[in-house]
């Protein structure tokens, strides 16, 4: 499976973002995509990860900020990123997983400024 991730940048505080990931290869009916994010000097962590049932979870820290959807029928995952803050600065990952198998896409910037 190979992702590939768009839409990152540079953005004031309050500001919104959308990210998109397109999914290529074999891919499972069965599935989760999302996000996850790097910080520098901080470990990757979830942002948003949505089932192939359209069931999303979302990490406790974004408060409704942050919306994920998903297309099944292209295979493609997008975040909405509203009201954003310096501290969601970090290099955002387009993840897909299908049972034990995980697969990363390249990373993609966003960069929140105050």
């Known amino acids: 499976v190979q992702l590939q991730a768009s839409g990152g940048g540079l953005v004031q505080a309050g500001g919104s973002l959308r990210l998109s990931c397109a999914a290529s290869g074999t891919i499972f009916i069965i599935n989760t995509m999302g996000w996850y994010r790097q910080a520098p000097g901080k470990e990757r962590e979830l942002v948003a990860r949505?089932?192939?049932?359209?069931?999303?979870t979302y990490a406790a820290y974004l408060k409704g900020r942050f919306t994920i959807s998903r297309d099944n029928a292209k295979n493609t995952v997008a975040l909405q990123m509203n009201s954003l803050r310096p501290e969601d600065t970090a290099v955002y990952y387009c993840?897909?997983?299908?049972?034990?198998?995980?697969?990363w896409g390249q990373g993609t910037q966003v960069t929140v400024s105050s």
């Open positions: 949505v089932s192939n049932t359209y069931v999303p």
């Open positions: 993840y897909y997983a299908h049972g034990r198998d995980e697969y």
